[in-house]
């Protein structure tokens, strides 16, 4: 069950989809130009240096495009692979603190997140920095003291090898997302330390060891790179991290309470469990009127990261995918230690959580057969999915104190996985057309259409950054004061309504029914004509 989790979680129908949204096409563009050029310092969007984000996941990229070809895939790999690389060592984490029934829950319950199943399918940087950061916060909780057992030695050795990886990890955090890496290592470590009164350990973290391994790891990038760009610090440290953070110049405006709703979503389908092991959490520590440092260090890395990116005036989802990882692991330990008075409430959690997704499909099933008429097989066999879903969340519910934790494991998991590995079947169903680049960039190509005389209207940045990747040329926007004329890919039947009354519009062979966009020849009219 292990293995098939963290096989179907991370790496199936990782080429499923084309390159979606603004960011995919673009991380893969620069990754595949690295590959052609062999230039592994400057990040190169259509040919011109673009310093958004730092170099690591670039790397992984291109080094996955060398090996195996430019696909979907390849450009995903090096997320899926930071993915387990940082559940694995989360679950070291664990065995080491909790045992071993708390690393085979986590394993089980963190890459069946739809947060951690959705950013390891992205050509993006959120897996890669989230997964660098969780394992320098693993190393951190080793050097602090936090896997400290009965076997661990009474006079305290220097801890080398955490100490080394710590510097390395943090270096490759940076490397992935830039100076955000620090801040949200030494805000966790930060206010642990003040809660926790362990100031002394803090300083352990800056071993010589941890900083020269750090300054190994990410100066050099940082060096060259700014050596042969001049204006690489000011773009990159004072634009896209500074103005970025205090500043809504990037548009990305959301409510401080955004990140609340985004957890959530990213917990799915275990929304039950998280609020029931908060609940449970919180009732803990208000009998104890306290808690260990190692769930104060989990806490803090956790709020930390919250608290921090909801301050910003700049708000993604992905940001706050370093909190995932210690929230399921306190997560998989409030339903170990799960004391018998509780098992009740775990199930009556699960069983109104099954209800609700019950009542929620049934009725949208009903709105849509009214509104819309008769449904395909596939989304009746999507709909039974999820009904099928909830129901076995419905038993696990009832039955949750009386059956055995494995079989327990195994009936709330393996719907999650047959959903995930059939999930491919019904992409169809969802988007009416393709939501990338890809089926358009090949009816072009199919019509012989030369990448350079195409122009677009009437799409948005994230399809034309798409199909720019697929055709291996940055497609522009109509010229309205063109005066050569070209081919125009729209969305409009209407050409001459978008090109206006100076150009004449001459309908091309396109397949629009399964593209739904329309290609035209133009031609200006002649001036005086």
């Given amino acids: 069950m292990l293995v098939a989790t963290l096989g179907i979680c991370y790496f199936s129908h990782l080429g499923a989809l084309g390159f979606v949204g603004p960011d995919e096409p673009r991380y893969a563009w620069i990754a595949r130009a690295m590959a052609e050029t062999g230039d592994w310092v400057t990040p190169r969007l259509y040919g011109q240096p673009w310093f958004e984000k730092p170099v690591l996941y670039y790397w992984g990229a291109a080094l996955s495009f060398k090996i195996f070809g430019v696909s979907e895939a390849a450009a995903r790999l090096p997320s899926a692979l930071s993915a387990l690389l940082a559940t694995l060592t989360l679950a070291w984490l664990a065995l080491r603190i909790y045992g071993a029934a708390t690393a085979r829950w986590l394993l089980l319950l963190l890459p069946t997140t739809v947060g951690m199943i959705g950013f390891s399918h992205a050509a993006a940087t959120d897996m890669p920095f989230s997964a660098m950061l969780t394992i320098a916060m693993v190393c951190a909780a080793v050097i602090l003291g936090l896997t400290r057992?009965?076997?661990?030695?009474?006079?305290?050795?220097?801890?080398?090898a955490a100490l080394l990886l710590f510097g390395f990890f943090l270096g490759l955090a940076v490397l992935a997302k830039g100076p955000a890496a620090i801040i949200l290592s030494g805000g966790a470590v930060f206010f642990w330390a003040i809660f926790t009164k362990r100031w002394r350990d803090v300083f352990r973290l800056l071993h010589p060891a941890a900083i020269l391994a750090f300054c190994a790891t990410a100066l050099p990038w940082y060096i060259s790179c700014a050596r042969r760009n001049p204006g690489f610090l000011r773009i990159f440290i004072i634009e896209h991290n500074f103005k970025r953070y205090l500043t809504p110049e990037f548009q990305h405006i959301q409510p401080f309470w955004f990140y609340v709703p985004v957890l959530l979503v990213a917990f799915l389908p275990w929304i039950a469990t998280l609020l029931w092991s908060a609940t449970v959490g919180l009732k803990a520590a208000f009998r104890k009127r306290s808690v260990n440092d190692t769930i104060c260090f989990l806490l803090c890395w956790a709020t930390f990261c919250v608290l921090f990116f909801s301050t910003s005036h700049s708000k993604l989802p992905g940001y706050i995918l370093p909190a995932i990882p210690p929230i399921a692991l306190l997560m998989a330990r409030a339903i170990v230690e799960m004391p018998g008075s509780d098992s009740a409430s775990f199930g009556i959690a699960h069983f109104v959580d099954a209800a609700i997704v019950f009542g929620l499909v049934v009725f949208m099933d009903l709105i849509t057969r009214e509104h819309i008429?008769?449904?395909?097989?596939?989304?009746?066999?999507?709909?039974?999915?999820?009904?099928?879903?909830?129901?076995?969340?419905?038993?696990?519910?009832?039955?949750?104190?009386?059956?055995p934790a494995p079989l327990r494991t195994g009936i709330l998991v393996f719907p999650v996985l047959v959903a995930t590995l059939f999930a491919n079947a019904f992409l169809p169903e969802i988007f009416r057309h393709d939501p990338s680049g890809r089926s358009i960039a090949h009816e072009v190509r199919q019509q012989r259409i030369p990448a350079k005389a195409l122009s677009l209207s009437g799409m948005n940045r994230a399809m034309q950054y798409s199909l720019s990747f697929y055709l291996h040329e940055e497609i522009k926007s109509w010229d309205p004061q063109s005066e050569t004329g070209g081919y125009l890919l729209t969305s409009s039947q209407n050409c001459g309504h978008v090109v206006g009354p100076g150009y004449f519009c001459e309908a091309q062979r396109f397949d629009?029914?399964?593209?739904?966009?329309?290609?035209?020849?133009?031609?200006?009219?002649?001036?005086g004509n």
């Fill in 149 to 160: 057992n009965d076997k661990t030695p009474i006079l305290p050795r220097t801890p080398w």
């Fill in 512 to 527: 629009s029914a399964n593209t739904g966009r329309f290609l035209y020849l133009v031609i200006p009219i002649a001036r």
């Fill in 373 to 403: 008429g008769a449904v395909s097989k596939l989304e009746n066999a999507a709909v039974l999915v999820v009904l099928a879903l909830a129901f076995v969340n419905l038993l696990s519910g009832m039955f949750a104190g009386a059956l």
